[in-house]
């Protein structure tokens, strides 16, 4: 909810808003979904703030992390945020952007073992962690536990190579990959902001586009 003492939109306001923007028979879509963002990095923040923008009714955010300033230059945070989890520190940020969004929060690591319980109530997640083997055990165990469910992953968005190179796959009929499916951060020259953002908006519009129906890329 809105903090006391400022002035807000109206609940009401916001919704009429998204709906003459968006329709409102897709915004009711988009109103009644729940997604996960599993990694709250540069991926997984500017994720659930499209998300947030989107008008998504429910969003689940999972890291285990807290903010440092080495993550200032590509992820959602400010510097005041330093040292603070980075679930809190994403959930103040996206309640100043959409102040009626539910955001649930686990400050946790994901692993093979909580996996199930975590992602029960979610209809979409987002894979957005860093390492190779974090990422495959995400997919691997959605894909195996879930085969109900859609996972958005990501692979390949380091470096300062045209962002044209950057797009999504449809690997599955339930699994989605964005990037350019070959840099690696160790190997480029780092990751940049714009990049990883143009990957994250890669994996948020296939999640909006999932939740409209439209399965294809």
């Known amino acids: 909810m809105p903090e006391e003492g400022r002035h807000f939109p109206s609940k009401e306001e916001m919704q ?8 409102a028979d897709l915004q009711r879509k988009f109103s009644a979904a729940s997604v996960a963002v599993c ?3 540069g991926l997984g923040s500017n994720i659930a703030l ?3 923008r989107a008008g998504i009714g429910r969003l689940h955010l999972i890291d285990f992390d807290k903010v440092d300033v080495t993550n200032l230059h590509r992820q959602q945070y400010a510097a005041g945020q330093v040292g603070m989890y ?3 520190a994403l959930r103040d940020n996206l309640r100043a952007v959409s102040p009626y969004i539910e955001i649930v929060t686990d400050t946790v690591r994901i692993t093979e073992d ?3 319980e975590l992602l ?12 190779a083997e974090n990422k495959a055990m995400l997919v691997n ?5 879930f085969p109900e469910k859609y996972i958005v992953a990501a692979s390949g968005m380091a470096g300062i190579s045209p962002g044209n190179e950057i ?7 339930r699994f989605y990959l964005c990037g350019d499916g070959t840099s690696d951060a160790a190997e480029c020259s780092g990751l940049f902001s714009a990049r990883v953002m143009l990957c994250a908006a890669h994996q948020a519009l296939a999640v909006l586009r999932l939740l409209a129906g439209e399965t294809e890329v």
């Open 16 to 23: 009429k808003a998204l709906e003459e923007r968006h329709g």
């Open 39 to 41: 990694g709250l990095g």
């Open 50 to 52: 499209s998300l947030a």
């Open 86 to 88: 980075k679930t809190q």
């Open 114 to 116: 909580n996996l199930r």
């Open 120 to 131: 029960a109530g979610d209809a979409v997640i987002c894979e957005a962690f860093d390492g």
């Open 141 to 145: 165990g959605v894909l195996e536990q």
């Open 167 to 173: 797009r999504t796959r449809k690997i599955t009929p």
